[in-house]
């Protein structure tokens, strides 16, 4: 059984960097197209930003040139790292992905969730 496990996060100071990394468990399974979610305040779930297979990225606007998303292929992992943080930013984030194996495609997937609180 395939999950996405994810890393990183903490505590920052507003203007700090985290990353978060997130990671197919099975080694058979490769990471498609990924994207990152976030919860703030019991808010819904919305999309911060996300990337295809071949790389190519977009970003909510509310994070668009302070958080970068990017995947290393060999390890089977996405990143999302998050720069110039605001106290705005502090929520839950979840990484979400399609994955295939052998051939057999494996949609939306969700990573567990990581805690991000930015102080100001």
């Known amino acids: 059984q395939v999950q996405l496990v994810q890393s990183g996060g903490g505590l920052a100071q507003a203007g700090g960097s985290l990353r978060l990394s997130c990671a197919a468990s099975?080694?058979?399974?490769?990471?498609?197209?990924a994207g990152w979610y976030r919860e703030a305040h019991g808010n819904r779930r919305e999309l911060v930003g996300g990337?295809?297979?071949?790389?190519?990225?977009n970003y909510d606007d509310s994070v668009k040139g302070r958080f970068t998303i990017s995947r290393n292929n060999a390890k089977n992992t996405v990143y999302l790292q998050m720069d110039r943080l605001k106290p705005e930013d502090t929520g839950v984030y979840y990484c979400?992905?399609?994955?295939?194996?052998?051939?057999?495609?494996?949609?939306?997937?969700w990573g567990q969730g990581t805690q991000v609180t930015v102080s100001s």
């Open positions: 099975g080694s058979n399974f490769v990471i498609d197209a």
């Open positions: 990337i295809t297979s071949a790389g190519t990225t």
């Open positions: 979400n992905a399609d994955l295939r194996s052998s051939g057999i495609w494996y949609r939306d997937y």
